[in-house]
């Protein structure tokens, strides 16, 4: 079974700090791995992806997320944080066991402060 | 905007009762996926219909049911409603059905408060 966890109900970062959200994968194959972003009372927007073809994955509004297996992990990060990057942030892991849906983490909200 | 439509936007009843949400897929998608988003249970997959046919079942309860039309809309129903039915139901469509590449584009949800 897979599985993702995200370490951090809750970051807080000044404008223009480094963005780091944390995922962490569990699955026996290879994952397909995914970001997620949702803003207040809105769905979910694909952020990013990694579908194996390379290890450092780049995705919409200037994030980034680099794939490294022997860490198990699929951490998110963006250089230089804006004030419209505050929202919910999601990890997701695709299931490879037939079914196709999505496993969520818990999410991770993302403050910015001025 | 993804693409993807739900309706209503909200949707307020009583326990006991029984509602349809509904969703529309992106143009040319034949996948579509249900979601619950709830506070003490996150983000929990519920079904999936490929085209018609249901593929997949999570964490979905007995009373609730879906279905996936000719027109490839679909239609969850929520049937005896209780106060821990409250969430956001969240539709969302890809193109096909076991493509692990493939991304899932999500709708804009349907606020579920149940009194």
């Known amino acids: 079974a897979q599985s993702v966890t995200q370490l951090g109900s809750h970051v807080s970062v000044s404008e223009g700090a480094l963005v780091l959200l944390r995922c962490n994968y569990s699955s026996s194959v290879p994952p397909y791995l995914f970001w997620y972003v949702q803003y207040p009372n809105q769905g979910l927007q694909l952020l990013l992806k990694y579908t194996s073809a390379a290890t450092l994955v780049k995705g919409i509004n200037g994030f980034e997320a680099e794939f490294k297996k022997s860490e198990t992990s699929f951490h998110l990060t963006k250089p230089s944080a804006h004030m419209s990057d505050a929202a919910e942030y999601f990890c997701?892991?695709?299931?490879?066991?037939?079914?196709?849906?999505?496993?969520f983490g818990t999410g991770t909200r993302l403050t910015v402060i001025p | 905007d993804s693409g993807v439509t739900q309706t209503p936007k909200h949707l307020i009843t009583a326990t006991g009762q029984r509602v349809t949400l509904r969703c529309s897929p992106r143009s040319g998608d034949l996948s579509v996926y249900w979601y619950q988003q709830s506070l003490d249970q996150g983000l929990q997959f519920l079904i999936h219909?490929?085209?018609?046919?249901?593929?997949a079942k999570g964490n979905i309860l007995e009373r609730f049911s879906a279905q996936q039309f000719p027109d490839l809309h679909s239609e969850l129903n929520l049937s005896s409603l209780e106060l821990g039915d409250s969430a956001l139901y969240f539709c969302?469509?890809?193109?096909?059905?076991?493509?692990?590449?493939?991304?899932?584009?999500f709708g804009p949800g349907t606020r579920l408060t149940v009194l």
């Open positions: 219909y490929y085209n018609g046919e249901e593929r």
């Open positions: 997701a892991v695709r299931d490879q066991t037939g079914a196709n849906n999505l496993f």
């Open positions: 969302a469509s890809s193109v096909v059905a076991t493509a692990n590449t493939d991304t899932q584009y």
